[in-house]
C-alpha cells in the first residue's frame, strides 16, 4: 500500500513541477479515471440469437435458483416427519410461483410411479352412541360425494319403499284382520261376563274411570232404600255375589288384555316383518359398495336399525320435524329425526390420484384447522355433524400446503396450533372461542380426529426464520429443510439466456408485446443494477415484471408492436420521474442556495460528500456539505452529530475508527493534543452509515495541512484504520444524485465529477446520459483505494509516505499534517507548562 503512495506522490509532484496551480481534476493520473466501460455493464444485444423473444420458450425450471432448487427436491421428497420446508429470500424473487410450478412438476413425476399412496375423502357421520363426537369415515378419494348422494337415495328409496309397503292393501287388510278379531273376542269376553253377572243379579257398566258392578232388582238397579231394606242375611249373600262377579270381571279384563297384547305383538311381528322386506334390498345394494370398508358397513348397519326402529318418522307427510328444522320440547331441542342419514362430505376430492396442493392466503384458524358453525335457535345456538367445516391442512393431507409465515405469525393462536397438528399428525375442527371465553358459547362437538399427512411448505424472509430458529424451541422439529432464495445470480451466458425466457413467460403469461432483442439487453442490464453487481444479476423478478408490463404501455403509446430499448428506457426514467418530488425538491434548495454545497472553488476543511435518502419505495442521492475545524485541546475527535444525537451507531463507529487512524499514522513519537469538530451541515434528521468516514477524514486533513479542497469532486467511502477505502452502498444513486445537481446548476466540466472505493466499480449501473457526459469530458468518476490516493486527488499534492526515519516528506501532506499536528502537541505542553 505504501509503496503505491509513492509513485502517486512522484507522479503529481512531478505535474506540479511542470505547471502552476491547477485544478486539482486536470491532474488526475489516467489509472484513476473510470473509462465509459467501467461505468455500465452493458448486455449487447447481438449475443442473442433470437431477434425477438416470441422465438423463445418460456424456462421449463428454475432460473438462477440452484441452490434452492436442491432445497426443495430434498425437502419434497424425504416423507419423514418433521421435513416440512421454510422457504426463505426477498420479495419479488419469485418464491411463490417458483414453489408451486416445481410441486406441479414434483408431482407429475410422481404420477408416473407406482406405489405412491392414494388420496382419501372424509366424511363426518352421526354416532348413534353419543351423538356430541361424530364419526369420521374414510373413503377412497372421489368417493365421498358419491356415499352421499348413495345415502340420500337410499332415503329416498326406504321412505318411498315403507310407505308403499304400509300403505298397501294386503298389509291393511293384515291389520284390519287382527283388529277384527281382537276386537271380537274382546266383546265375546265381555258378553260372556255380562250374561255371568246378570244371572248373579248384577249388571256391569264401563266408564272412563273403571268397571262398576251394580247389583239389580226385577232387572233394574237396585235402590238405596232396596239395599238398606235387605237383611243382614240377604246383605251378606249380595256381598257374596259382587266379590265373585268383581273376580269374573277381573279375569275377563286380564283376558282382554292378554289378546290385545297379542294383537300388538302380531302387529309390531307384521310391521317388523314389512319393514324388514321393505329396507332389505335398499341396505343390500349399498352395502354391496363397501364390503372392503369395516367402518363405513359398521356405520350401514347402524344406520338400518334406525330405520328399523324409527318406521314412523318414514311415514310422516307433514312439515316440521321433516324439514331439518328443531322442534321445541320443553327445555330440550329436538334435533332433524332423519339426521343420520345428513353425511357431511368434510373433504372431496375428485381423483384418488390427484395429489392436493392447497394455497391458504387468509390463514386464519377456522381456514386452517376448520371449524364448528352455529345457527340461532329460541336463544341460544344448535350445531350437528352437517356443521363441521374443513380446514387447509385437513384438505391438503396426502399433499402439500403452501402458507405465508408472516401471516400464519400475525393470527392469534395459529403458530402453535400448526406445531401441535404436525406433531399430532392429527387435526379436527374446533372451536378456539371455547378456550378463550369458556362458558359463552354451549359446549360443542367433539369430533373423532382425523389424521394427516401433509408436506408445510412456509415462505418468509431470513428474519422471521433466524427469529423462529433462535426463539422456538419447536421450530427445528417442525422445518428441517431451508430452501433460500437468492435475490441475485451469476452474470454469465447460461443465466442470460434464461433470463430472456423468462422474459419470453412473462410476456405470454401477462399478453404483452414481445420485445426485441435490444429490449432484452436493456431490461438485462436493469437487472444487473438492481443486483447491484456487474457480476450479478437480480432474480427478484417481480420488479423485471413491473417494468416489463410499463414498457408495453409506452409501446402501446409509440404504436410499436415490439417492445425495444427505447421503451424500457421510457418505462425507468418515468418510474425516476413519479417518485422524484422529494428528490427535485432538494435539488430546487440546492440551485437557490438555501441548501449550501459549493461545486466549484476550493476550501479548507470542506468536502462535498455523498448521502442517501431511502423514502421505502424510492431511492435518491444528494451532496451534503462536511466541514472540519481543528484546534488546540485534547477532546480529539467531537462528531456534532453524535453529540446531538442525530447519529447512528455505524457512524459512530466510523468517526471512532477514523480517530484511531489519525493516532496510528500521525502519533507515534507525540501525543495527539488536538480537538476536531467534525459537522454534517444543514442536517437536521438522523444519519448513519460509516459511508462519510473517508470524507470526514479528508476534511480533517485538509484543515490540519491548511491544503484546500477541490469543490468539484464528491466522495463517498468507508475507511479503515490500516488507511484503506472501503466498499459503500448505494454508489449509483450518489453518483446519479450530485450528476442531476452539478446539471441542474450548468457546473457540469473537466474539474466535476465523484470519487468513490474501487471496490465499488463491479456495482456501477449508471444512468446513460451520465455515461454520455463522462465521453463528452463533462463529469468524471475516480476510483481510489487509500485514503493518501484521495486526499492527493482532491488538493493536487501528494499525500508522502512514511521514511525510514520515520518523516513524511517535505512538502506532502502528511508531512503539513504532521507538522502541525506536532506544532499542536508542543503547544498544549507549553500552555500546560506555565506557571498559574
Not at 269376553?189 to 264401563?206: D, H, K, S
Not at 468524471?780 to 526515519?805: F, N, Q
Amino acid at each position: 500500500m505504501w509503496m503505491r503512495d509513492v509513485r502517486l506522490g512522484e507522479t503529481i509532484m512531478s505535474a506540479s513541477k511542470n505547471s502552476e496551480k491547477q485544478p486539482a481534476a486536470s491532474q488526475v493520473p489516467a489509472r484513476f479515471e473510470l473509462a465509459e466501460k467501467d461505468l455500465r455493464w452493458r448486455c449487447d444485444p447481438r449475443r442473442f440469437s433470437f431477434s425477438c423473444t416470441d422465438e423463445l420458450k418460456p424456462p421449463a425450471g428454475f432460473v438462477g435458483q440452484g441452490r434452492a432448487g436442491a432445497a426443495l427436491e430434498v425437502g419434497l421428497g424425504v416423507t419423514r416427519p418433521g421435513f416440512n420446508i421454510f422457504v426463505t429470500g426477498l420479495t419479488g424473487t419469485g418464491r411463490t410461483p417458483v414453489v408451486m410450478s416445481h410441486l406441479t412438476r414434483s408431482i407429475e413425476e410422481r404420477q408416473k410411479s407406482d406405489g405412491r399412496p392414494t388420496i382419501s375423502d372424509w366424511c363426518y357421520v352421526f354416532d348413534f352412541a353419543t351423538q356430541e363426537h361424530p364419526r369420521a369415515l374414510k373413503l377412497p378419494g372421489g368417493e365421498g360425494a358419491l356415499f352421499e348422494g348413495r345415502v340420500t337415495e337410499i332415503l329416498e328409496t326406504l321412505t318411498r319403499d315403507l310407505r308403499n309397503a304400509f300403505n298397501s292393501e294386503a298389509y291393511q287388510n293384515e291389520v284390519k284382520r287382527l283388529n277384527e278379531e281382537a276386537i271380537a273376542g274382546r266383546q265375546a269376553l265381555m258378553v260372556q261376563t255380562e250374561r255371568f253377572a246378570f244371572e248373579r243379579g248384577f249388571a256391569i257398566e264401563a266408564s272412563p274411570v273403571g268397571i262398576s258392578v251394580i247389583p239389580l232388582a226385577r232387572g233394574k238397579p237396585m235402590e238405596q232404600a232396596e239395599l238398606m231394606a235387605l237383611s243382614d242375611a240377604g246383605r251378606a249373600d249380595l256381598d257374596r255375589r259382587r266379590k265373585e262377579i268383581t273376580r269374573r270381571v277381573e279375569d275377563t279384563m286380564e283376558q282382554v288384555q292378554e289378546a290385545e297384547s297379542a294383537r300388538q305383538n302380531a302387529a309390531l311381528e307384521l310391521t317388523s316383518g314389512v319393514a324388514e322386506r321393505a329396507v332389505k334390498f335398499p341396505f343390500e345394494a349399498l352395502t354391496s359398495h363397501y364390503r372392503e370398508l369395516p367402518h363405513v358397513l359398521e356405520f350401514l348397519e347402524n344406520l338400518r336399525e334406525y330405520t328399523l326402529t324409527h318406521v314412523p318418522v318414514f311415514l310422516q307427510d307433514g312439515p316440521g320435524e321433516r324439514d331439518g328444522a328443531p322442534a321445541a320440547q320443553g327445555p330440550r331441542v329436538v334435533q332433524d329425526p332423519l339426521l343420520p342419514f345428513r353425511i357431511n362430505v368434510f373433504v372431496a376430492h375428485d381423483d384418488a390420484r390427484s395429489v392436493p396442493v392447497v394455497e391458504e392466503n387468509n390463514p386464519t384458524y377456522p381456514n386452517m384447522f376448520g371449524h364448528i358453525e352455529r345457527r340461532p335457535f329460541m336463544g341460544t345456538y344448535v350445531t350437528d355433524h352437517t356443521m363441521l367445516r374443513a380446514g387447509a391442512m385437513v384438505r391438503a393431507s396426502g399433499g402439500y400446503l403452501v402458507v405465508q409465515a408472516r401471516d400464519i405469525l400475525r393470527q392469534p393462536g395459529v403458530w402453535e396450533a400448526l406445531k401441535r397438528t404436525l406433531r399430532a399428525g392429527q387435526t379436527r375442527p374446533e372451536d378456539p372461542s371455547e378456550a378463550v371465553m369458556p362458558g359463552l358459547i354451549p359446549q360443542s362437538l367433539r369430533p373423532e380426529p382425523i389424521p394427516i399427512d401433509v408436506k408445510v411448505i412456509m415462505i418468509g424472509d431470513d428474519y422471521i426464520y433466524q427469529a423462529l430458529a433462535a426463539f422456538d424451541e419447536d421450530f427445528w422439529e417442525n422445518f428441517k429443510v431451508r430452501a433460500d432464495f437468492d435475490h441475485r445470480m451469476e452474470n454469465n451466458q447460461a443465466n442470460i439466456e434464461g433470463f430472456a425466457a423468462l422474459i419470453c413467460g412473462m410476456v405470454e403469461r401477462h399478453e404483452l408485446r414481445h420485445a426485441d432483442r435490444t429490449g432484452v439487453g436493456e431490461i438485462i442490464e436493469h437487472g444487473a443494477r438492481i443486483a447491484g453487481d456487474r457480476t450479478k444479476l437480480s432474480t427478484r423478478f417481480g420488479f423485471i415484471r413491473d417494468i416489463l408490463i410499463e414498457a408495453d404501455y409506452w409501446a402501446e403509446q409509440s404504436k410499436s408492436r415490439l417492445i425495444n430499448a427505447r421503451h424500457v428506457r421510457k418505462a425507468l426514467d418515468h418510474r425516476v420521474y413519479r417518485t422524484s418530488r422529494v428528490s427535485d425538491a432538494i435539488q430546487e434548495l440546492i440551485a437557490r442556495d438555501v441548501i449550501m454545497v459549493d461545486l466549484e472553488g476550493e476550501k479548507v476543511g470542506q468536502v462535498n460528500g455523498l448521502s442517501v435518502y431511502n423514502l421505502g419505495d424510492v431511492s435518491f442521492g444528494k451532496p451534503t456539505r462536511i466541514t472540519a475545524q481543528t484546534f488546540m485541546g485534547r477532546q480529539g475527535v467531537v462528531n456534532i452529530e453524535r453529540e446531538a444525537r442525530l447519529s447512528g451507531s455505524t457512524h459512530d463507529k466510523g468517526v471512532l475508527i477514523m480517530s484511531g487512524l489519525l493516532g496510528a499514522r500521525y502519533a507515534q513519537e507525540f501525543p495527539l493534543s488536538l480537538n476536531v469538530s467534525l459537522a454534517f451541515e444543514q442536517s437536521y434528521e438522523g444519519i448513519d452509515g460509516d459511508s462519510a468516514s473517508s470524507t470526514e477524514l479528508y476534511a480533517i486533513l485538509s484543515s490540519l495541512s491548511g491544503l484546500p479542497i477541490s469543490q468539484g469532486l464528491a466522495v463517498t467511502g468507508s475507511v479503515n484504520q490500516m488507511g484503506e477505502i472501503q466498499a459503500i452502498g448505494g454508489v449509483n444513486e450518489k453518483i446519479e444524485g450530485y450528476f442531476d445537481v452539478c446539471r441542474e446548476a450548468g457546473k457540469l466540466g473537466a474539474s466535476v465529477g465523484v470519487m468513490i472505493p474501487r471496490a465499488n466499480v463491479s456495482n456501477l449501473a449508471l444512468r446513460h446520459d451520465i455515461i454520455t457526459a463522462v465521453r463528452k469530458g463533462q463529469f468524471r468518476v475516480l476510483a481510489i483505494e487509500t485514503v493518501d490516493e484521495g486526499i492527493s486527488l482532491l488538493t493536487g499534492k501528494p499525500a508522502g509516505a512514511l521514511g525510514r526515519g520515520g518523516k513524511f516528506p517535505a512538502g506532502s501532506v502528511n508531512a503539513l499534517v504532521q507538522a502541525r499536528l506536532r506544532a499542536l502537541a508542543e503547544g498544549m505542553r507549553a500552555f500546560s507548562d506555565r506557571p498559574r
